[in-house]
């Protein structure tokens, strides 16, 4: 079974890097520039796990977060 990951990260280095570290050892990763993205992604599949960055633009990863719990 392939585990799911989001990756909500608004650096394209560190989202470039880390997307390919994942997805060599075997997960799948979709990834989120923003948060806005990101939540709109978690609502069209929910991943197995979310790896957050806390300083996004247009709704920053605390904001992310919250909803996420409220949900």
């Not at 799911?4 to 979709?30: P, Q, Y």
């Not at 992604?41 to 909803?67: N, T």
Request: glycine share 6%; charged share 35%; proline share 3%.
């Amino acid at each position: 079974m392939t585990h799911r990951i989001l990756l909500v990260e608004d650096n394209e280095m560190n989202r470039d890097m880390l997307s390919r570290r994942l997805a060599r050892r075997g997960f799948t990763v979709d990834v989120a520039v923003d948060g806005e993205d990101g939540l709109r992604k978690v609502s069209a599949q929910i991943p197995d796990l979310i790896l957050l960055d806390m300083d996004l633009p247009v709704l920053d990863g605390w904001e992310v977060a919250r909803r996420l719990k409220a949900d």
